[in-house]
């Protein structure tokens, strides 16, 4: 937050002016300083705006200057009636800034007050004193908090901080010293205490007349103890040598098992004693007011003075053993207390024991579960990238027998579309042959006539056929002819070749059935054809 404005504006005879404006927070007011348009240039200008306002240098005012001291005011504008600025939302800002600078300000001048009343204390003491170190550190901890909200300028607040840290640094350093005195006194005591406890264990550990009084002394070592100040390293030590040294007497007298167990169940064990114990002795107490009251009861009826001084020195015998047995009574009970506080504490130390032993536990087996869980992803990713190998080399095997019977089937495929249409031509070309047969016998019978001997009515062509072959040799030419064309029709199928067929078979029937069981052969699920049953001649 800047507290210097430079702003251009027109006075009360409407000439062009320049406007200085300059905080003076402690003063609560504000300077004013206009400069007629006349005496200011351009250097003195950018100096004004450049220099002074950032209070980077002083710069001189020119002669014909004029400056009023105002009093800052949340009602009240920081410029008069008869001067106009040309940005008034820059002079309106300024003003309420401002007014919250003058506040924090004092705000500053409050706490520079209250730190060194801070500092007259502090110097003033003469050893440690714990209460205004604690006090100082309330102060800092308001002091933060109001910079924090930026109620304080950060230079403010800095200033503060430095004289706390100072102040702080003082009480530390009378801390040492008295810390270092304490630590010499609590030295002595703490060697004080070891050499008690030194002579206690060997009376301890020689055993005889001299440990009876082992309990007794230790327990008034420890209400000394409790009463003495020390440092927390030498309490910390001679506590544990003291619950050692009573472990060591009741082991001692009671044998091993007798530091058996965790520590709420000896307090349990030591509250079940005293329970016992303040019964009995409440018990007694019981006994003695029955017979303080029977004695008193009894006085008034005596029988001569010397029976009634009797009475009374029994009353008042009963009366002192009352006493002490209400004395050791109230003992009891306090001890009561304090042991069953102990006992509470120590069963709730063990049940948060147990609670984070179990959440333990609980923790120990999820990190269990997610590790078997990670273990066996780690083992399925690991089958997972395995299997493709595996699934690969089976895919190039299933993929060749695929490929081999891919072109067996497409072999038999072939053969059977071949076989079909040999069969077909076949069919064809013996027809053809029937035909050419036919004419040739029509043919032969007007050239030769005694040649037709042979040739029944009821003989088929083929028969026909054969009988001319054996008995003219142009007939076999004419059937040799007629077979050459019905292998020249179907020479284009190799696996088929009905000429050899019909060379070696002359039956017309054979001959088809020769080229089914051909057929059937290549496609062993495809039932057998039967063959085509021939037109009569």
């Known amino acids: 937050m800047k507290n210097k404005l430079v702003i251009w504006g027109k006075n009360a005879e409407n000439e062009k002016i320049l406007i200085a404006l300059e905080l003076q927070a402690e003063a609560n007011t504000v300077m004013l300083h206009t400069f007629p348009e006349s005496v200011t240039d351009e250097a003195f200008v950018q100096a004004m705006m450049n220099e002074w306002r950032d209070n980077k240098s002083e710069v001189s005012f020119p002669e014909g200057t004029q400056s009023v001291e105002r009093e800052l005011s949340v009602t009240d504008g920081l410029l008069p009636d008869e001067i106009k600025a040309d940005r008034p939302d820059l002079v309106q800002r300024a003003q309420t800034e401002w007014h919250f600078a003058v506040l924090s300000a004092k705000l500053h001048a ?28 309330a102060f800092w901890d308001k002091v933060q908090n109001q910079s924090r909200e930026r109620n304080l300028f950060r230079q403010h607040a800095d200033d503060l901080r430095d004289g ?90 009671f044998g091993p098992e007798a530091n058996a167990g965790t520590i709420a169940d000896r307090h349990d064990k030591r509250l079940s004693g005293l329970e016992d114990a303040i019964k009995r002795l409440e018990e007694s107490v019981r006994r003695d007011d029955e017979e303080l009251a029977f004695q008193r009861k009894k006085v008034n009826t005596s029988e001569g003075q010397l029976e009634a001084q009797i009475r009374g020195a029994k009353i008042k015998m009963i009366e002192e053993r009352v006493n002490g047995k ?9 001890a009561r207390a304090d042991v069953q506080r102990q006992a509470s504490t120590a069963h709730e130390k063990e049940a948060r024991i147990a609670a984070k032993e179990a959440e333990r536990q609980q923790i120990e087996a999820k ?16 089958a997972a990238v395995a299997a493709p190998a595996a699934e690969k080399e089976d895919s190039l095997f299933e993929a060749a027998s695929n490929l081999l019977g891919d072109v067996l089937l497409d072999a038999l495929d072939t053969a059977k579309a071949v076989a079909s249409v040999a069969v077909e031509r076949a069919e064809e070309a013996f027809e053809q042959v029937v035909d050419k047969a036919e004419e040739a016998l029509e043919s032969f019978k007007k050239e030769d006539a005694p040649a037709t001997e042979a040739v029944t009515a009821n003989d088929t062509p083929g028969d026909a056929l054969k009988t001319k072959a054996k008995t003219a040799s142009a007939d076999g030419i004419i059937i040799d002819d007629v077979v050459h064309k019905t292998a020249e029709q179907s020479e284009e199928f190799e696996s088929f070749k009905p000429e050899e067929s019909a060379a070696t078979e002359n039956q017309d029937g054979i001959i088809i059935d020769d080229v089914v069981h051909k057929d059937a052969e290549a496609s062993e699920e495809k039932p057998k054809r039967a063959p085509k049953k021939k037109a009569d001649a």
């Open 326 to 334: 209400r004395e050791r009574l109230a003992e009891l009970t306090k």
């Open 367 to 382: 990190k269990a579960a997610i590790k078997s869980e990670i273990e066996a992803e780690t083992h399925a990713k690991a």
């Open 164 to 253: 706390i840290n100072a102040l702080f640094e003082q009480l530390k350093e009378a801390r040492k010293r008295v810390n270092s005195e304490f630590n010499e006194v609590s030295q002595n005591v703490y060697e004080g205490f070891n050499k008690a406890l030194d002579e206690i264990e060997e009376r301890i550990a020689s055993g005889g007349a001299k440990f009876n009084s082992v309990f007794d002394e230790l327990k008034k070592m420890q209400r000394e103890y409790h009463n003495t100040r020390m440092s927390n390293e030498h309490r910390n030590k001679l506590w544990d040598r003291l619950d050692a040294a009573f472990k060591k007497a009741k082991e001692r007298k």
């Open 110 to 137: 409050a706490y520079q007050q209250e730190l060194a009343e801070f500092k007259e204390k502090v110097e003033a003491l003469s050893t440690y004193d714990n209460k205004i170190f604690t006090n100082l550190r």
